[in-house]
């Protein structure tokens, strides 16, 4: 009776693509007990690659964070093109424009509207003495094209004299959390808050925001010969931006999308500052850290379990099942790891806004693809090193002993 | 049906090139048949283990053949050999090589596994092996909860899960104490031994010879003749 027992495990059931998926997933269900139930090896490995992770993570939303902050301008604003001097690295560099470039603009074929932007800096004086340096920004007269979102008062009050509109973001408080009908004094001129106002993002360099039309920033602060810092221009289709960009190049200054704006600051800050540098540096440091501990953590593993490999082979495992377990190990090392990580990071970022409301750091779906492709190229590596050994064991050596 | 499990001609494997070439197994021939316990004995460094390893589909010999019932072993390719080891055998390690961080009903399903058997199946199928044994209610412990002993009769419902034609057993005592190693032995002789299976061990062991029903007495990689090599 056991005879024929035996032999019934012998049946062949190879080949049936159900058959097949089946088998599979018992082996890689055998490989994902071996890693898990290992408990101590596994959660090194998890540590190695969580800090990792975190340090990746955490720097590049470092980098997105202050990349949104230095950009903020042109996302508060909103415009779909942006013509500038062709110096202009970024917003807060603005070199001023003539006014006939204004109406050059306005006269190509395929411009829905452009208008004027002013962008600048200014210091308002506070009840104490003190002063605080703020961004100013000019809106188009008469279109206020680019105003913010208003949470309390009226658009329309921004025409009244002396008429502001103030941020209410982290950096609010530094002008002592103004209400409507504060008065400042700006530049030796008077201002009134007539509008509070919300926007996506606040300014890099830790300012107060304040919007006023274009020809009162003009007026109250200093100025050369050329005022317009920026023209915006909304085209009629978006067909239309190449020749508008071939027509506004012929007049001798630059035009980006503002997609085109945005890449064009963050590229300065990583390249023409040390900051990005920095950051990209760290990036690559968390990188080879996680490279090497999980690579050797997980050769480790492997090494140690390297006579159960060799047993499995010589039961009857063929290598491209060995090599199956041991990647599918790789990769929920790598996941789990990679979750964690995240976690970590976002858990981190959450509890130090909440200290420092100016902590410039997001997590983006980008630093997520990149830190993701980090750790895949991780696992791959520690998988790769791993299979490399399992393949040259011979069974040979278990008999050996 | 032929009676012939397994037929060794002229197996020869040597070591090392040169100077330090050195013959683990010299020119070795035999049969051994269905329904029957084979020992190979003989000191340490005799060439047991090679030749076990040679007839398992493990180890390439230099020179000759091993046909396990109708297949020439050695004519197998890498994949082939695998499978042939798979369907054809079960192995019983001296170290029994159980996995300490799965249950002993999953260690006893691998070879099922490896078969492309669902993973519930296996499972179910490896509680008979471990019912065969009397192991059934340690089915849910890990191995290193278990005796020597315990360890001992995981690995053969491991290697019977095979539904193998031979069985190889490397110093199936050499981890046990003389009243476990005999016992583990008879219940072999007993329980797993069939009509249709051919039990190969290797062993020092004087102590489990009388469970023998053939012995092969190796020295220097050589059979000896006669001497040694007689029915139990």
Not at chain 1, 197 to 212: D, N, R
Not at chain 2, 28 to 55: M, Q
């Amino acid at each position: 009776m056991f005879g024929a027992l035996a032999r019934a495990g012998s049946v062949h059931v190879r080949g049936t693509p159900a058959a097949d998926k089946a088998a599979v997933s018992g082996i890689l269900r055998i490989a994902y007990k071996l890693l898990v139930n290992d408990k101590g090896k596994f959660a090194a490995l998890l540590m190695g690659l969580t800090f990792s992770v975190f340090l990746m993570v955490q720097m590049t939303s470092m980098f997105a964070g202050m990349m949104k902050k230095a950009s903020a301008t042109v996302t508060n604003t909103g415009a779909k093109v942006w013509v500038m001097d062709p110096a202009v690295t970024n917003v807060s560099s603005a070199i001023p424009m003539p006014d006939y470039i204004l109406d050059a603009v306005r006269s190509i074929a395929g411009v829905k509207y452009a208008v004027p932007l002013y962008a600048g800096g200014a210091l308002v004086r506070l009840k104490d003495g003190t002063y605080q340096p703020v961004t100013v920004l000019g809106l188009d007269d008469t279109s206020l094209f680019g105003r913010p979102n208003l949470i309390e008062g009226k658009i329309d009050d921004i025409y009244a004299e002396n008429g502001f509109v103030v941020v209410d973001d982290e950096e609010y408080p530094k002008l002592e959390s103004p209400k409507i009908g504060t008065d400042f004094e700006l530049n030796d001129n008077r201002g009134v808050i007539v509008g509070i106002a919300t926007v996506p993002a606040s300014g890099l360099f830790g300012i107060p925001t304040l919007y006023t039309t274009f020809n009162r920033a003009v007026q109250y602060i200093p100025s050369m010969r050329y005022t317009i810092s920026f023209i915006l221009v909304e085209p009629q289709n978006v067909l239309a931006i190449p020749h508008i960009q071939e027509e506004v190049k012929r007049l001798g200054y630059d035009v980006l999308t503002e997609e085109g704006l945005i890449d064009r600051i963050t590229n300065w800050y990583m390249f023409h500052t040390g900051m990005g540098t920095n950051l990209l540096l760290m990036t690559a440091i968390s990188f080879l850290v996680g490279l090497s501990i999980s690579g050797q953590t997980f050769y480790t593993f492997v090494l140690e379990n390297m006579e159960k490999f060799g047993a499995l082979k010589a039961i009857g495992a063929k290598g491209r099942e060995l090599v199956a377990m041991i990647f599918f190990q790789a990769a929920v090392t790598g996941l789990a790891g990679y979750g964690l990580g995240i976690g970590l990071c976002a858990g981190l970022i959450a509890l130090a806004k909440l200290r420092v409301p100016d902590y410039a750091s997001i997590i983006t779906y980008r630093n997520l693809a990149l830190a993701l492709g980090m750790v895949l190229v991780i696992s791959a590596f520690s998988g790769y090193i791993a299979v490399r050994k399992v393949l040259r064991i011979d069974p040979y050596d278990i008999f050996r002993g | 049906m032929d009676t012939v499990a397994i037929r060794a001609e002229g197996l020869t494997k040597s070591f090392g090139q040169g100077e330090t070439k050195m013959y683990a197994v010299r020119d070795v021939t035999f049969d051994a048949h269905f329904k029957e316990l084979l020992y190979i004995v003989g000191p340490s460094g005799s060439g047991k283990t090679t030749l076990l390893s040679i007839i398992s589909g493990i180890l390439r010999p230099d020179a000759g053949t091993v046909r396990v019932e109708d297949t020439d072993v050695w004519s197998l390719k890498e994949n082939a050999l695998a499978d042939f080891r798979l369907q054809k055998l079960g192995f019983v390690f001296q170290d029994f090589h159980l996995f300490p961080n799965l249950r002993t009903v999953e260690n006893v399903a691998i070879p099922l596994v490896l078969k492309r058997r669902p993973w519930n199946d296996a499972l179910k199928e490896a509680m008979k092996y471990l019912e065969v044994v009397g192991l059934a209610n340690r089915s849910e412990l890990n191995p290193t909860r278990l005796s020597g002993g315990e360890q001992q009769r995981v690995a053969i419902a491991r290697a019977l899960a095979s539904g193998p034609d031979l069985m190889i057993f490397d110093e199936p005592t050499a981890s046990l104490d003389g009243d476990t190693g005999k016992k583990i032995v008879e219940f072999v002789k007993r329980e797993v031994l069939t009509d249709h299976r051919c039990i190969v061990v290797v062993t020092h062991d004087e102590r489990i010879y009388e469970f023998a029903d053939r012995i092969l007495n190796m020295e220097d990689g050589r059979l000896l003749a006669g001497k040694g090599t007689a029915d139990a």
